[in-house]
Nanobody, 118 residues
Framework: QVQLVESGGGLVQAGDSLTLSCAAS????????MAWFRQAPGKEREFVAN???????WYADSVKGRFTISRDNAKNTVYLQMNSLKPEDTAVYYC????????????WGQGTQVTVSS
């Protein structure tokens, strides 16, 4: 089973940029679909971005054009580049892998906090 560890979160100001990393261990992720989710205080966890093994990507409308998901298979790592951050981007960001046929992701990291001040 793969272990996922997120890093790169922090406190930034609106308009700043931040890059999150998700380092995988226990198994190579090159053949697997990977995703980022986030959960703001008092809200349900929501989808942010997804990258397939072939490199195709998909984004939530709320981050499209501002966030970029990418993967470095040599480093077994997935990234989330976040630009033009807004206070509403404040959340705990989670990396996930291995969606089941229903689309539910089976492996999750512990999360990294991103706080955007206005």
């Amino acid at each position: 089973q793969v272990q996922l560890v997120e890093s790169g979160g922090g406190l930034v100001q609106a308009g700043d940029s931040l890059t999150l990393s998700c380092a995988a261990s226990g198994r190579t992720i090159s053949s697997y679909q990977m995703a980022w989710f986030r959960q703001a205080p008092g809200k349900e966890r929501e989808f942010v971005a997804n990258i397939w093994s072939g490199g195709s990507t998909w984004y939530a409308d709320s981050v499209k054009g501002r966030f970029t998901i990418s993967r470095d298979n040599a480093k077994n790592t997935v990234y989330l580049q976040m630009n033009s951050l807004k206070p509403e981007d404040t959340a705990v960001y989670y990396c996930a892998s291995d969606p089941n046929p229903s689309g539910r992701f089976l492996n999750w990291g512990q999360g990294t906090q991103v706080t955007v001040s206005s």
